[in-house]
């Protein structure tokens, strides 16, 4: 009886362990998908500045980032009229004072307004694809809202034709999920944090699925890019399994012998980092 116990119990661990393998594992990226982000330090929402005077997401800051060499993170919105704008938060009273939501509002509406008191505006995606120029890679934050669908399919059509290097990143696996199954030539990422620190951007459960990677299965991310903190297991194993490891956001140097990409922000890193070798 006891051996049969203990049968039954080893079977069900191990049956666990094969689930738990199968629904956090990453995606396989080339060495020619990688090699462009690799050991690479990014401008957290550009190159700006703390007194913002040189805002977050703007071309300023942009153009700072790519005349210092370093890789730049943005984040992207839909508008109301289908137009692609470059801007973090969901709400635009932090940055612009306007207590109005960004997707409520079309592009002509949201160059109107100016970040943080300066005179820059709201970028759209085609004029930070201009400024970029190619000349260094690009991790790209798609931003959940309404209609993802619609935002992906944008975003892809507006990558066409650009010959700078470009990864694609979200907080959302379904968002992620499109660009496995419809652009599976991109290098593709999983944004994550601790569960606890979702809040209220996610219930309990969500967060715990989220925040442990146990949503990977639905779109086999080639990197995690997780918030600095102690990460849990899942991760860890995540890790092992070969996923690229990037960090948000840094504010510090050390955190370059732990990750494979930094993203970086309020200091001023090498461009690479481990001399570029792999």
């Known amino acids: 009886m006891k051996t049969g116990i203990v049968r039954t119990?080893?079977?069900?661990?191990?049956?666990?362990?094969g689930l738990t393998?199968?629904?956090?594992?990453?995606?396989?990226?080339?060495?020619?998908?990688?090699?462009?982000?690799m050991h690479r330090n990014f401008a957290h929402r550009g190159l700006h500045k703390r007194d913002k005077s040189v805002p977050e997401n703007s071309l300023a800051a942009f153009r700072r980032a790519v005349k210092a060499g370093y890789g730049v993170e943005l984040d992207v919105h839909i508008t109301a009229d289908d137009q692609l704008a470059v801007f973090h938060d969901d709400s635009l009273?932090?940055?612009?004072?306007?207590?109005?939501?960004?997707?409520?509002?079309t592009m002509a509406e949201l160059q109107q307004l100016r970040l943080c008191g300066t005179e820059?505006?709201?970028?759209?995606?085609?004029?930070?694809?201009?400024?970029?120029?190619?000349?260094?890679?690009?991790?790209?934050?798609?931003?959940?809202?309404?209609r993802n669908t619609r935002?992906?399919?944008?975003?892809?059509?507006?990558?066409?034709?650009?010959?700078?290097?470009?990864?694609?990143?979200?907080?959302?696996?379904?968002?992620?999920?499109?660009?496995?199954k419809h652009a599976p030539e991109v290098l593709r990422g999983q944004l994550a944090q601790p569960p606890k620190d979702y809040k209220k951007d996610a219930s309990p459960a969500a967060a715990f699925l989220c925040g442990n990677l146990l949503?990977?299965?639905l779109c086999r991310p080639h990197f995690i890019a997780y918030r600095i903190a102690p990460k849990p297991f899942t991760?860890?194993?995540?890790?092992?399994?070969?996923a690229i490891r990037a960090a948000w956001t840094s504010r510090e140097w050390a955190h370059e012998?732990?990750?494979?990409?930094?993203?970086?922000?309020?200091?001023?890193?090498?461009?690479?980092?481990?001399a570029n070798i792999e």
């Open 21 to 37: 393998v199968w629904l956090i594992a990453p995606g396989h990226a080339t060495t020619e998908m990688k090699a462009p982000f």
């Open 235 to 242: 991760v860890q194993l995540c890790d092992r399994m070969g």
């Open 120 to 146: 820059e505006t709201i970028p759209t995606l085609r004029q930070a694809l201009d400024v970029l120029g190619g000349k260094v890679p690009l991790i790209l934050e798609i931003k959940r809202g309404k």
């Open 9 to 17: 119990a080893a079977l069900c661990a191990s049956a666990a362990a």
């Open 93 to 105: 009273k932090r940055i612009t004072g306007v207590d109005r939501n960004i997707e409520d509002l």
């Open 215 to 217: 949503t990977n299965f």
């Open 257 to 274: 012998k732990d990750y494979d990409i930094v993203i970086f922000e309020r200091y001023k890193p090498g461009v690479w980092f481990r």
């Open 151 to 180: 935002l992906c399919q944008l975003i892809r059509s507006e990558l066409f034709g650009y010959n700078g290097p470009v990864c694609i990143e979200s907080f959302d696996p379904t968002i992620v999920r499109w660009w496995w």
